[in-house]
């Protein structure tokens, strides 16, 4: 598989290291114990998207530049269709 | 009719016309007391068992493609328990139990070979580990034996004891594990299931669960609608999808294991064997062909294709532990899809719909587990609650943090 | 009565010899002769016996598909079992021996099992050797273990050496034959960088083969006008002896450079193989079509082959396959191969076609019998003769002849376009599969697209070098064709001849027969992936290259299905087996993975330091005097650690600059613990969760800064924790102003402990204050040493002594280590090991390795008020669910045995004192012990079941691998100074 780096350009899938389902948001938690929703942490920490098709991961570039990445890959095919920077992929999401 | 040579001899003298099928082919009926999806290892053992276990046999097993198509003719034959953790100890010994005897309860041979499966360690550090595993093993009335290098090299001496990045200190021997020819396996219990009445209707996809007012009431398939009071989802590979059909998510990812197969040669290596220094397991199938594989690929898939990293990685680790096999010739690679859950342990439940089980998450223990995993999903569906075997697999110990994590890991499939 | 030398004509110097032996038997041949062609022009026909039947078998194939002469090779440590005739360049002095024959292949016990193949159907193992149940393992087992299997394998380590390489082109030609020559030829021209891959010594392909002239030259001098200017060109490489194995995501394909097989051994400083990993920007198949054999009975007898490697070793090699040659064919090109052999002097028998018609002019002299069919083929070690059955007049005649070339059709070899899931398509205009349209990235042409004539096949390489040269935004050159001569190819299906009596082959080296197909089917097994496992069709070396598609177009005509809808089994990689060598190349024993070493590295080695693996990384075990083993001196490093002071190496540990403006918010949300309050100048310990809940990872962390610190980890975590903090900085939390650098390799560290250690880091300081009023514990500092040398200066201590960790630039660590020694000389310092340090932290109850298994939570560990109440943090959610508050969790305690002197073991575990060992009696487990020279007795950091409330309980330690079973007694984790006075000091 190739995985084209943002700032690398393309480079082989084994110097990259995968993390898995880029959907999850962590929940907000406030700093006491009163406000966290367990069923929404059980849902970040353990429940995952395991599409037949196109999927948001998380990548990283361990064996480059470092940058965490979210690679939509078709997981049927192994097809790499876009990649993007973590930083800018998750800005702004709304907690889910 | 029974298997033997008595069986063959008939064959022999009477041509095709004496010859039996092992199964029917038959169509859907509208509706079944039960119904398993999934016509591998796991389903087809649950049949068996719901038929002669629980005296269930209005029974299908459905299979989208042909019987045993999934992993159960895939993986590399390995049975064993050498389990560390509570739940998974007494659960693979049920399993090695039922494979002790399950040529003669089914009247087919699997193959089953008790050769020793061996763990190499090459530090303190990991031989304290299996002696801990080992211990656990025992107070299970397992057997497990600790060796050390003379020990190893008496059962094994061609490995690469001194030479290698990490030398052999020794290893935890199982001599009850082994092997089993696995599409045997398929075979004997889609037999021994069908003689008993279960209908195993092939080229049979579901494409959706009916649920009514909390409770099943049949499946969707590309043969029509078969109606149902029960439903086990028994699909490893596939699992989040077919769950999803009733709208559950499960902590389960699909991910791609390669398997090899190098080309026949004489008997060549007499036991299991794994490397402790790298993620590798090996044994030689009955017609010859050393059969290994390490790791998942690492990312998500439903390919059943992997890629060559993980074959260089893996083949590295063969040729480091086992030198001699450099001129041997890989024939064949192979991915099968596995469900790789949170905790790299199994979960065997019922679901908050009633009438609905599921039996999935195996990750790289789903050949060996077959039996018990049959047996004890048969229970739970007959019975509507876990056996005490299977009472550690459930689903909610995700939230209760009660995890099964024998890696150590944690909630990311791909280090399980 | 079988194969020759011709006096003239193919690729072979017949002006030099070489000697080879077979089965001990000492021949000749020449450079340019297979094994096969050699064996063949030596009159040697029995090359071996099949798996199941042990039948007497001869050369079927011209190429990688053999399924038949399959020897074993070399010998010694070189021994390669399965080697393919058909492909083993012959070379002086070249040792081979048949296999699967006892006690010789001409006289072979096995041989027996064709009398009772009756009682040998397609799984006949799988309904008997049931009983009893434990003569599978003893009896049965070791018998058919010993009955399969094909050549020997040798366990000697391998003398030969391997390398690994990638390449990158724009376009990848597979194959050297007309197409993959024209198309490299067309794709030079336009500039692309090409590789062109051939598994055979030279490229042509079959214009090796075959004697018709192309244009108004020999076949051979088009090849080598393009040859010409391929080697000249800048932007081509030619890759010969090279297979194309697999085809894999990205466009990356593996390929087996085979440098030196054709040598005896390979010359100095040549490894014997190289694995290619060639990434291509476009690929083009031109593999060419493998001809299919004919099913009919005992088509397996040696003397029978394929057409196609007749006229191979007729053209190529300059051998006549016999002398007397009948042609079977159901299509036009077995006339081809009768017009060669004719050519060549050989006599023919008869060619035999199964059609009504076949071409009108066909130019041999020998009888051509039309709508004709062999039915059996006679003879045992060699053939004999034919039994032919002319379908027009339904009679039986018999056929004297030594030798049979059956042309059955073609099958393009499309298999790289199958590895990534597509499955072929059927055409029933040339009776076989197609590839599948697999995308831009890999095109077919020639013969392997099905295009059975040269002129065809030079087409469709012209055409998909030009959609290549449009994709890449190159202009396709203009390229002229050699005239093509007419090439009839014809072809009517012919399965399976239902008028054999005897045995008809479909898979020969599994001798699986026409019979087994219909059982299979009968018995249930009837979709073509289970009648493969079940008959094992296409499941021997050759993967189904020659039998596939002969045994699912039986497996068609026996369920009366259209062959589209039975399908096909699935093609998988390799396409041709490669040596496990080549894919480990270099990266095998002591090279299996890379060692790390530390900054110290050499200078432990000369302090004498017996080193071990910690993972990847080489460390110190202990320091050795004299004969001391590890345990005498184990104790003396620990002494000398706690009496006076010792020096150990911490560079290992995983050092982490994080600086920015909300480094302390960032440190605060990582860790578990509060980080507000840090001032500058000050460490902290840190413990550090993952998200589920579970400990990943503890170390100190000191603020060097207003906005700088360094965070350390523990050794096997460093890498790990890295990529989290990366996570969570740029995925998690993008707005936090802060940087992260792992800067593990940039220092060395060194651990300066004991009572003097204060002493001697002063004679090293430029001007720091140590004083402990100065310099307290859990202080840092960034100051100068030994005249002007930067370090870092850290107040921590691992073993619970007054100590101190000096970190200086890391190529200045010897020169630390050195002063070190030198200054504490006269206070007696000693540089201490792992083991050593292992001791003195278990002493003190610190928790390591062993105890954070990935399993274990701050609570297990007694840090459980380390938890803040006050903050988010990683982990902090799942932390406090359930299970981490279960009374019955199993928590870390100190262990001690009861009597002094016994040992204890990590791993053992712990039971209920006086109850039977049972999982019920079971209470946890023992995870770290140390001989503690201070206490004088052995002592371990165990996790017990409600531990804390059992401090001074006696507990059953038990051991049973290592045949123990002793009592110990809990006690705190702390065993050395637990008022922690030393540390302060």
């Known amino acids: 598989m190739l995985i084209h780096c943002p700032f690398c350009g393309a480079r082989p899938s084994e110097e990259f290291a995968v993390l898995g389902d880029a959907g999850p948001k962590r929940p907000e938690a406030p700093g006491d114990d009163t406000g966290s929703d367990p069923e929404a942490w059980y849902d970040y920490v353990y429940l995952r998207d395991n599409p037949r098709g196109v999927h948001r991961e998380f990548w990283q570039h361990v064996g480059g530049c470092r940058a965490w990445l979210v690679v939509e890959r078709d997981t049927a095919t192994h097809e790499v269709r876009s990649v993007e920077l973590a930083r800018k992929a998750t800005a702004g999401r709304e907690a889910s | ?416 | ?985």
């Open chain 3, 1 to 985: 009565m079988s194969g020759y030398r011709l006096d003239s004509g193919g690729r072979i110097d017949r002006s030099r010899r070489l000697d080879f032996t077979f089965d001990g038997e000492a021949f000749g041949g020449h450079p340019g002769d297979t094994l096969a062609s050699a064996l063949t022009a030596n009159g040697v026909r029995l090359l071996g016996r099949s798996f199941k039947y042990h039948r007497p078998r001869g050369l079927l194939t011209d190429g990688p598909a053999e399924p038949n002469a399959l020897v074993e090779l070399r010998g010694g440590a070189r021994l390669e079992p399965n080697s393919r005739a058909t492909t083993v360049e012959l070379y002086d002095g070249l040792e081979a021996w048949s296999q699967n024959a006892w006690p010789s292949r001409n006289f072979d016990v096995g041989a027996v099992n064709q009398l009772l193949s009756p009682f040998l159907p397609a799984g006949f193992y799988y309904k008997t050797f049931m009983w009893p149940a434990a003569f599978w393992e003893r009896v049965y087992e070791p018998l058919i273990r010993r009955a399969a299997g094909l050549g020997r394998g040798t366990h000697a380590p391998d003398p030969d050496s391997y390398e690994k390489g990638n390449l990158h082109c724009d376009l990848l030609v597979v194959g050297a034959g007309p197409s993959g020559l024209i198309a490299a030829l067309a794709a030079a021209r336009a500039g692309l960088r090409v590789i062109l891959a051939d598994d055979q010594p030279e490229p042509g392909g079959q214009l090796l083969s075959r004697a018709t002239p192309l244009g108004e030259e020999g076949p051979l001098t088009w090849r080598d006008r393009v040859l010409a200017e391929l080697e000249t060109a800048p932007n081509v490489r030619l890759l010969s002896r090279t297979t194309v194995f697999g085809w894999y995501d990205g466009n990356l394909f593996g390929a087996l450079e085979r440098v030196a097989d054709h040598l005896p051994v390979p010359p100095e400083h040549l490894p014997r193989l190289i694995y290619w990993r060639i990434q291509a920007k476009r690929a083009l198949l031109c593999a060419g079509a493998e001809e299919r054999p004919l099913v009919f009975g005992g088509n397996d007898r040696p003397g029978v082959l394929l057409a196609s490697a007749g006229q191979t070793l007729v053209n190529r090699y300059g051998v006549a396959p016999g002398r007397k040659v009948a042609v079977f064919t159901n299509g036009d090109s077995g006339y081809q191969v009768a017009r060669d052999l004719q050519a060549a002097g050989v006599p023919l028998a008869c060619v035999i076609d199964a059609r009504a018609e076949g071409p009108a002019d066909h130019g041999l002299d020998c009888r051509v019998r039309q709508q004709t069919v062999v039915a059996d083929a006679k003879g045992g070690r060699s053939l004999k003769a034919i039994e032919i059955v002319d379908r027009g007049q339904g009679r039986r005649i018999p056929l004297e002849c030594d030798t049979l070339l059956m042309s059955g059709g073609w099958n393009p070899i499309l298999h790289l376009t199958c590895h990534r899931g597509t499955k072929p398509v059927w055409d029933e205009e040339i009776a076989a599969f197609l590839p599948a349209d697999v995308g831009t990235g890999l095109r077919v042409a020639g013969a392997a697209a099905g295009h059975m004539t040269t002129a065809a096949c030079f087409q469709s390489a012209l055409a998909a070098v030009t959609e290549i040269c449009e994709d890449l935004g190159r202009k396709a050159p203009e390229v002229a064709l050699p005239a093509c001569p007419e090439e009839p190819c014809a072809v009517a299906p012919l399965w399976w001849v239902k008028e054999a009596k005897g045995k008809a082959f479909v898979d020969f080296q599994n001798d699986v027969t026409t019979k087994d197909i219909p059982l299979a089917v009968a018995e249930g097994y009837s979709s073509v992936e289970l009648m493969k496992r079940y008959t094992t069709l296409g499941m021997a070396t050759d993967q189904g290259k020659l039998s596939n598609v002969n045994g699912l177009a039986i497996l068609a005509e026996v369920t009366g299905r259209p062959i589209p809808q039975v399908g096909t089994t699935t093609y998988r990689p390799a396409y041709t087996p490669v040596p496990l060598g080549a894919l480990a190349g270099p990266h095998v024993g002591a090279e299996y993975r890379p060692v790390r070493r530390s900054p110290l590295h050499r200078w432990m080695l000369r302090q004498g330091a017996e080193m071990i693996e910690a993972g990847a990384w080489m460390r110190p075990s202990h320091y050795p005097r004299g004969e001391e083993d590890w345990f005498a001196a184990m104790c003396r490093e620990v002494r000398g650690v706690r009496s006076r002071v010792g020096l150990c190496d911490v560079s290992t540990l995983g050092k982490i600059d994080i600086q920015g403006a909300d480094a302390a918010e960032f440190l605060n949300r990582v860790y578990c613990n509060g980080w507000k309050t840090l001032p500058v100048g000050k460490a902290r310990y840190g413990l550090m969760l993952r998200e589920d809940g579970f400990v990943m990872d503890d170390g100190t962390t000191s603020r060097l800064g207003e906005q700088h610190y360094l965070m350390t980890t523990t050794t096997a975590n460093a890498g790990p924790v890295m990529a989290h903090l990366e996570f969570c900085l740029q995925s998690l939390w993008p707005d936090l102003d802060v940087q992260v650098a792992s800067v593990t390799d940039q220092w060395g560290q060194v651990a300066l402990a004991g009572p003097q250690a204060r002493k001697v880091l002063q004679r090293i300081l430029d001007d720091l204050d140590v004083s402990n009023d100065a310099f307290p514990f859990l202080a840092a500092a960034e100051t100068t040493v030994l005249g002007g040398l930067p370090a870092r200066l850290f107040r921590i201590s691992f073993s619970g002594e007054l100590a101190y960790e000096i970190a200086v630039p890391a190529d200045y660590s010897e020169e630390l280590a050195d002063a070190l020694l030198r200054y504490g000389a006269d206070f007696g310092i000693l540089p201490y090991g792992g083991e050593a340090l292992s001791t003195l932290r278990i002493e003190k109850g610190h928790p390591a390795g062993g105890e954070l298994d990935g399993r274990t939570t701050a609570q297990d560990l007694g840090l459980g008020k380390m938890l803040s109440g006050k903050k988010d943090y990683i982990g902090r959610a799942m932390s406090r669910r359930e299970a981490f508050e279960a009374p019955d969790r199993p928590v870390l305690v100190g262990l001690k045995p009861l009597s002094r002197g016994a040992k204890l073991r990590a791993g053992a575990h712990l039971l209920t004192p006086g109850e039977t060992p049972a999982v019920e009696s079971d209470q946890g487990f023992v995870a770290s012990v140390a001989y503690s020279p201070i206490l004088e007795s052995w002592i371990g950091l165990a996790f017990l079941k409600r531990g804390r409330e059992r401090l001074g309980e006696e507990i059953t330690i038990y051991d049973p691998l290592r045949e123990g079973l002793y009592r110990g007694q809990i006690c705190d984790p702390v065993f050395v100074d637990p008022d922690h006075e030393r540390l302060h000091a």
């Open chain 2, 1 to 416: 009719m029974r298997y033997g040579w008595h069986s063959i001899v008939r064959q022999a003298l009477g041509g095709l016309s004496a010859v039996a099928p092992a199964w029917r082919n038959p169509e859907p009926k509208p509706a079944y007391d039960a119904v398993i999806v999934g016509g591998g290892g796991h389903g087809l053992a649950t049949a068996y068992y719901l038929a002669k276990e629980h005296g269930l046999a209005n029974v299908a097993v459905l299979e989208k493609g042909y019987l045993g198509s999934g992993n159960i003719g895939r993986n590399t034959t390995i049975v064993r328990s050498n389990y560390l953790l509570d739940g998974n100890v007494q659960f693979y010994e049920k399993s090695m139990q039922l494979w002790e005897g399950l040529e003669q309860d089914f009247n087919f041979n699997a193959m089953v070979s008790q050769r020793g499966v061996l763990n190499l360690y090459h530090s303190d550090a990991q031989r304290d580990a299996y002696a801990r595993r080992g211990t656990a093993m025992r107070l299970h009335g397992i057997d497990a034996e600790l060796l050390n290098r003379d020990q190893v090299r008496a059962l094994v001496p061609f490995l690469d004891f001194h030479n290698a990045r990490f030398p052999i200190h020794g290893g935890l021997l199982q001599r009850r594990g082994g092997t089993v020819r696995h599409d045997a396996v398929a075979w004997g219990y889609a037999r021994g299931a069908d003689s008993r009445g279960v209908d195993i209707i092939q080229n049979c996809e579901i494409t959706g669960i009916s649920i009514e007012q909390g409770r099943v009431t049949g499946v969707e398939t590309s043969r029509g609608r078969i109606a149902c009071g029960k439903l086990g989802l028994a699909t490893a590979g596939n699992s989040s999808r077919t769950a999803a059909m009733a709208g559950l998510k499960l902590p389960i990812e699909s991910h791609v294991l390669q398997a090899f197969v190098s080309e026949a040669i004489k008997p060549y290596i007499d036991q299991v064997v794994t490397y402790g220094a790298g993620h590798f397991y090996v044994s030689q199938s009955d017609k010859g062909g050393l059969v290994f594989g390490g790791d998942i690929d690492g990312y998500n898939s439903y390919a059943q294709r992997g890629n060559l990293p993980i074959v260089e990685h893996v083949v590295e680790a063969g040729v480091a532990m086992m030198p001699g096999v450099s001129r041997l010739r890989l024939l064949r690679s192979w991915g099968g899809i596995m469900d790789m859950s949170m905790d790299g342990s199994p979960i065997i439940d019922k679901t908050a719909v009633e009438g609905l089980y599921l039996n999935c998450g195996w990750c790289y223990g789903g050949f060996k587990a077959t039996p018990a995993s049959g047996w004890c999903f048969a229970h739970t569906i007959a019975r509507d609650e876990p056996h005490a075997l299977n009472a550690k697999f459930r689903l909610d110990r995700f939230r209760s943090g009660r995890v099964i994590d024998e890696r150590g890991g944690g909630a990311r499939p791909n280090v399980h």
